[in-house]
């Protein structure tokens, strides 16, 4: 059983900032169909659609990140022809893609195992096109513990239910752990943007991954549930103890594929309410909207910094 210590499941650095693959039978397919994207070796030239992305940006949901290309598009000055951008994946409404110059942003849906299908594919199109050096970063809504709404959580660690720094993975019906770790050195970065942005306020903090928006993450308000009130804030206080300041859904298998392919990996999430008040997310849709441009602003200024244009 492979565990967090165990070099497998460590952090490859691949050579020369290139994409780590660690599947020996992916050389022998000589036509590769991602699906997911409606995109194949055989009919797309992957180095030269791909060849120059530096940064991707996902997150849940198609129209945000289309909004996200939208920005990144005027905050960079690169226009293009009509001020469109095409989705890329038009012959899918699995996921949306979108670039703009080394930007590529694309929608993932909800939950590990809709995320784990788009960077599975993601990331051999990064290796296909030949791109060095990328940073892929999670831009997301979570629910906040002991924050003021509206707050952004930079990921220190991605926990599981129990707090712990792993992501139980079934392969072949047998249980394997896989470290959530995170890129230190950008977390750092991205909270000193944050800074820098003084528009909001940005925490550092471990956010916990769930299977599940409602008894997953403690809810009173589902269909069903087996607890009561006070367990469900005995629960959460002891999250809050164990350094968690945030829930969300995708982030451990996030950080468990960027660590086995040697990309590095962020995840800058908003809240959209303090769970330790409440369940129900009740504010004006106008409010959730300014939220939600938050960890797009914050990157926005990372990439422009990263890019020498700040
Ligand atoms: C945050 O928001 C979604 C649930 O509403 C889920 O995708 C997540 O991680
Ligand atoms: N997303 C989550 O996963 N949980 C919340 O409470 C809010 C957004």
């Given at each position: 059983?492979?565990?967090?210590?165990?070099?497998?499941?460590?952090?490859?650095?691949?050579?020369?900032?290139?994409?780590?693959?660690?599947?020996?039978?992916?050389?022998?397919?000589?036509?590769?169909?991602?699906?997911?994207?409606?995109?194949?070796?055989?009919?797309?030239?992957?180095?030269?659609?791909?060849?120059?992305?530096?940064?991707?940006?996902?997150?849940?949901?198609?129209?945000?990140?289309?909004?996200?290309?939208?920005?990144?598009?005027?905050?960079?000055?690169?226009?293009?022809?009509?001020?469109?951008?095409?989705?890329?994946?038009?012959?899918?409404?699995?996921?949306?893609?979108?670039?703009?110059?080394?930007?590529?942003?694309?929608?993932?849906?909800?939950?590990?195992?809709?995320?784990?299908?788009m960077l599975h594919e993601l990331i051999k199109l990064l290796h296909y096109a030949k791109c060095t050096n990328v940073i892929v970063v999670r831009i997301g809504t979570s629910g906040g513990l002991g924050l003021e709404p509206g707050s952004v959580v930079i990921t220190q660690q991605s926990v599981d239910a129990a707090f712990k720094p792993q992501l139980e993975q079934v392969i072949l019906g047998k249980s394997i752990f896989r470290s959530t770790a995170l890129d230190k050195e950008l977390a750092e970065e991205l909270l000193e943007c944050g800074k820098e942005l003084n528009q909001f306020s940005t925490v550092a903090g471990n956010t916990m991954c769930t299977l599940d928006f409602y008894e997953g993450q403690a809810r009173l308000d589902g269909a069903i549930c087996s607890y009561s009130e006070e367990e469900k804030l005995q629960y959460l206080k002891s999250a809050y103890e164990a350094g968690v300041r945030n829930i969300e859904m995708e982030s451990s298998v996030f950080a468990a594929m960027c660590n086995l392919c040697g990309l590095r990996g962020a995840v800058v999430c908003v809240t959209l309410l303090n769970r330790l008040d409440g369940d129900q997310i009740t504010t004006p849709h106008e409010v959730l909207k300014e939220y939600q441009t938050r960890p797009q602003k914050l990157v926005g200024h990372f990439i422009k910094k990263r890019l020498g244009k700040q």
């Open positions: 059983m492979a565990t967090p210590g165990d070099p497998s499941a460590k952090k490859k650095k691949a050579e020369g900032g290139a994409i780590h693959i660690p599947n020996p039978h992916l050389e022998e397919i000589k036509e590769d169909v991602l699906y997911h994207f409606a995109l194949s070796t055989a009919t797309h030239d992957f180095p030269a659609l791909f060849g120059d992305v530096k940064f991707v940006c996902v997150g849940g949901s198609p129209s945000r990140m289309k909004n996200f290309i939208s920005f990144i598009a005027e905050d960079l000055g690169i226009s293009t022809p009509g001020g469109e951008h095409p989705n890329i994946c038009a012959g899918t409404d699995r996921y949306a893609m979108y670039k703009v110059g080394p930007v590529l942003s694309v929608s993932h849906g909800m939950g590990i195992p809709s995320i784990a299908i």
